[in-house]
């Protein structure tokens, strides 16, 4: 069973009754939260903080607080029932596995000599097809995977250039 939180100046016998030190305390918090409302000005409010921390009964504690909400007010329900689904916030796609291959593969084109580049490329061309055509995430990872794979791909091809190059050159010598 529940019962309100009691509050010492709520009672109808109590007004005589001595105020302890949680007693005023309670009541400087009832003219503070006044106070941040708005309604009671600074001059105001000290006066009665110096009166509540004066105060001898709850009658006067009472008195202190009386024109000032002693709670919060209850808020109605929303009557529009459940939240719009606009306002819901969306579900994040999967990401998709083969553009964190690529990717992976494309970072690993500098230990391995370039040797995953091509592997790169192709996982990156498949991943970008498949999000596509499933909606899935990953499509940043994919492109990371393609610029380095392409980018390791011309390496070796620049390099074998250059040695055919140079073993024409020393052929024809």
């Known amino acids: 069973m529940s019962y309100p939180a009691w509050q010492p100046w709520s009672g109808q016998n ?5 105020a302890s030190h949680a007693d005023r305390e309670r009541a400087v918090d009832v003219l503070r939260a006044g106070y941040g409302e708005g309604r009671l000005d600074h001059s105001e409010f ?20 009386a024109d000032l909400p002693q709670g919060p007010a209850p808020q109605p329900l929303a009557v529009g029932g459940p939240v ?25 084109c500098l230990a391995t000599g370039g040797l995953t580049g091509l592997p790169a490329v192709i996982l990156g061309h498949m991943a970008q097809s ?17 610029v380095l794979g392409w980018l390791s791909v011309a390496g070796w091809a620049l390099v074998i250039i250059m040695f055919g190059l140079v073993a024409l050159l020393a052929g024809s010598g």
């Open 46 to 65: 000290e006066k009665r903080v110096a009166r509540a921390y004066g105060a001898r009964t709850v009658g006067e504690l009472a008195l202190l607080v």
């Open 84 to 108: 719009p689904g606009t306002f819901l916030a969306r579900p994040r796609p999967s990401t998709n596995g083969k553009a964190v291959a690529s990717m992976v593969c494309g970072i690993l």
């Open 14 to 18: 109590t007004p005589s009754m001595l």
């Open 130 to 146: 498949e999000m596509r055509r499933t909606g899935e995430g990953g499509d940043g990872l994919a492109l990371t995977g393609l």
